[in-house]
């Protein structure tokens, strides 16, 4: 089945550690984003690629980093600046970076800071 | 800057009735608006896309409407079931400063059906 896989699960990250959550499609979709959600905000846009080896910021990118050297994998990293990384993360895909197209997404990574 | 409202936030039904959920945004300039459902601790399940040229899609129980130029969308769950129990969220598609298409998500409302 075609679909979007995020891992792990679940995340716990020390202070002041890198961690790296994991985005793997194989929708053959040229689009990939990562999104941020906090308990009662909704999903923020931290980065998206529209197409290999290119990725923007997006509303809320400090702290983070990606890469995009495939078209099936869109790896974030949550680095020691990110001073709140406490939250549940969704990758999602779409068919193209352009309008008119149905947005897919994972089923989330939960990363905690202890 | 573009922002989605979601209203209410919790909505409680008893089981069989109909009910409507409410979506709206403050910029008429968009591609499309979908609705999407999430169940505690998982990500998001696509329901219905919306196009801004149309006025409405239906699958099923479902049915979703759009009025572009007054800036609201509804969710329409007909015959309410316990299974239907989510968290419904709406986002709109729109170009950014950027030139890349972004979507606004709403902050959701929370649905109980009651058996």
């Known amino acids: 089945d075609g679909g979007i896989t995020q891992s792990p699960k679940y995340l716990f990250r020390k202070e002041g550690q890198n961690v790296t959550l994991s985005c793997e499609q194989n929708l053959n979709h ?3 984003y990562w999104y941020r959600q906090d308990p009662g905000q909704g999903l923020r846009l931290i980065y998206y690629s529209q197409i290999v080896n ?5 509303d809320i990118a400090e702290g983070y980093s990606v890469s995009r050297e495939k078209k099936e994998s869109f790896p974030l990293t949550v680095t020691s600046a990110q001073k709140n990384p ?3 993360y969704l990758c999602a895909s779409t068919p193209s970076g ?5 947005a ?3 089923q989330g990574t939960r990363l905690t800071v202890v | 800057k573009q922002e989605v409202t979601q209203i209410p936030a919790a909505l409680s039904v008893p089981e069989g009735e ?3 959920l409410n979506c709206s945004f403050t910029d008429s300039a968009i ?4 609705w999407f459902r999430q169940d505690p601790g998982k990500g998001l399940t696509s329901l219905l896309l919306i196009q801004s040229s149309q006025r409405e899609q239906t699958s099923g129980r479902l049915n979703a409407s759009l009025d572009k130029s007054s800036g609201r969308s509804t969710l329409y769950i007909a015959a309410s079931q316990p299974g239907d129990s989510a968290t419904y969220l709406c986002a ?3 170009i950014s400063n950027f030139g890349n298409e972004k979507l606004t998500f709403g902050t959701g409302t929370r649905l109980t059906i009651i058996p």
Do not use: C, H, I, R
Request: hydrophobic share 45%; proline share 3%.
């Open chain 1, 54 to 58: 290119d990725f923007q910021k997006g």
């Open chain 1, 86 to 88: 406490t939250a549940f």
């Open chain 2, 31 to 34: 591609y499309n608006l979908q």
């Open chain 2, 92 to 94: 709109v598609s729109a």
């Open chain 2, 18 to 20: 109909n009910l409507v």
């Open chain 1, 30 to 32: 040229d689009a990939m």
């Open chain 1, 98 to 102: 352009g309008p008119w197209t149905e």
């Open chain 1, 104 to 106: 897919f997404f994972g």
